[in-house]
């Protein structure tokens, strides 16, 4: 039998963004990543006590390298008089597949000014939002109030906050990254709302070649959606380039962290589980 039930309420805040998205023009770009050097620094941490997730590495030093490039930092605002808008903080915007009222969703929380944080602040960040009852995180005020609000009131809050310079950075941040590394994903593309969105599937042992020989390696592949109305082709890949060094090469710089990070069991992404 055919059963037609309402939207749930709790999925409205995912509809009211996705509108917002189509005004977007992603373009995307993919690539494979060796996460050897990330492998070897979780597991010196692991030591210690439990390392850092795979996305705690990425959101690290994704950071780091949009604030080396503040084109790409930017968002474009205004509807009738669109504005460029470029801004000094680096924000990440991650996603939580998470259960309210009995319903699967995907709420996001903010990692702030991960440009400067340390994998212990990112993840603990990370493991609070994780760990967080979804019905009383602050976080997620947002998300609830459109929840109750009709939604066509919902949807005009939800634009409202996107289009406004100063609101969007606390709500979507400059970067969305989203991983479903957590089930046999090798890599996927989404488009977070931002200038820069970066999709992170598995990482597995994967056949590499390296100076001419045959080895194997933990791959990652990464995707990146880019905004085409702020950013073109050839400053996405220099991005993507830098991150891919960035993470190859890590740690670029003597560690600061003050110690290992706390543990981080799967957690829930963008449109997924982060790990």
Avoid at 45 to 65: D, F, K, M, N, Q
């Amino acid at each position: 039998m055919t059963r037609i039930t309402p939207v749930p309420r709790e999925r409205r805040h995912t509809l009211h963004f996705l509108r917002y998205a189509r005004g977007h023009s992603p373009v995307f770009l993919d690539t494979e990543v060796d996460m050897s050097a990330v492998r070897r620094d979780r597991e010196q941490a692991r030591v210690h006590e439990r390392p850092p997730s795979w996305v705690t590495y990425v959101l690290h030093a994704a950071g780091r390298v949009l604030a080396a490039h503040p084109e790409a930092n930017a968002a474009l605002c205004g509807r009738l008089r669109p504005r460029l808008v470029r801004y000094d903080n680096v924000h990440a915007k991650l996603a939580f597949d998470k259960e309210l009222n009995g319903v699967r969703v995907v709420l996001t929380g903010l990692i702030p000014d991960v440009h400067i944080a340390t994998l212990r602040d990112i993840q603990e960040r990370i493991d609070g939002v994780r760990d967080g009852d979804p019905a009383r995180l602050p976080e997620f005020g947002g998300a609830r109030l459109m929840h109750r609000l009709p939604p066509v009131l919902g949807s005009a809050m939800f634009r409202s906050v996107a289009h406004s310079p100063r609101q969007r950075l606390g709500v979507l941040g400059t970067l969305a990254v989203t991983s479903l590394g957590h089930r046999p994903v090798d890599g996927f593309y989404s488009n977070g709302g931002t200038t820069i969105t970066l999709g992170l599937g598995r990482v597995a042992d994967r056949p590499v070649v390296r100076d001419g020989a045959l080895g194997i390696a933990p791959t990652m592949r990464l995707s990146m959606a880019f905004d085409h109305r702020v950013i073109d082709g050839a400053a996405a890949a220099d991005l993507m380039g830098d991150l891919v060094d960035a993470l190859e090469g890590f740690p670029a710089d003597p560690p600061a962290d003050p110690g290992p990070a706390v543990a981080a069991q799967p957690v829930g992404a963008a449109h997924g589980t982060n790990r």
